[in-house]
């Protein structure tokens, strides 16, 4: 994401997973990195559909969370960049999350799980995952997949975020995905799946919401 991006391999189920990690710089080359508010793991889209960890999304999402003062990691999915292994359509992409957590959360560090379009699916599965005193304080879900992947009930404090002309997951699925959950979504007028000409927009969106 930039300069001071860190760039690492962890132990996944299947080999290395790459790991990007970037975090609230102290403003002085010479002064030490300032304490965070904890770890933010986001997740990127579809893999068999060119998603990565650099995807312009997950970077916004990334951009957003170092700003409200958390350190901040993406990661390749199984068989994309550096990662090791191949595509196992969902199922092994959720242990490369827990991997990805195993590998970088520090005991007791808050966590918040964050996630676009599969992404998103992936983040609510490795939620659920998570052993009761491991749980992730919130989560943040960008276009999340609810039409394609079995996207999991998630906390009512989630924070989902999707366009209104979306063409790759209609608007109707994730409403239709939120509403036995009595979950709010907030709909972004006239913007599809990837936020085109509107990421200011969405890293605004995340950093008010959860500033308020």
Not at 103 to 130: C, D, H, I, K, N
Not at 154 to 172: A, C, K, M, Q, W
Not at 176 to 196: N, T
């Amino acid at each position: 994401m930039n300069s001071l991006t860190e760039k690492r391999l962890v132990p996944g189920p299947v080999g290395a997973i790459e790991c990007a990690i970037d975090r609230p710089a102290s403003g002085h080359a010479d002064l030490p990195m300032p304490p965070t508010r904890g770890l933010a793991l986001v997740c990127h889209p579809n893999p068999t559909q060119g998603g990565t960890m650099d995807n312009k999304v997950v970077q916004t999402l990334a951009r957003a969370f170092v700003q409200l003062g958390y350190r901040v990691a993406r990661f390749n999915f199984r068989g994309i960049g550096k990662s090791e292994g191949g595509w196992d359509e969902g199922r092994g992409e959720i242990d490369d999350a827990l991997a990805v957590l195993a590998a970088l959360r520090e005991p007791g560090e808050p966590l918040v799980l964050a996630g676009f379009s599969f992404g998103g699916y992936v983040a609510s599965q490795a939620a659920l995952r998570l052993p009761e005193d491991q749980r992730a304080e919130r989560l943040a879900l960008v276009g999340p997949a609810t039409s394609r992947f079995d996207t999991a009930p998630v906390p009512s404090d989630t924070l989902v975020i999707h366009g209104e002309v979306d063409d790759v997951v209609p608007l109707s699925s994730v409403l239709d995905w939120a509403r036995p959950q009595s979950l709010p979504v907030v709909v972004v007028p006239g913007v599809g799946h990837f936020f085109h000409g509107q990421l200011p927009l969405l890293r605004d969106l995340v950093v008010r919401n959860w500033r308020a």
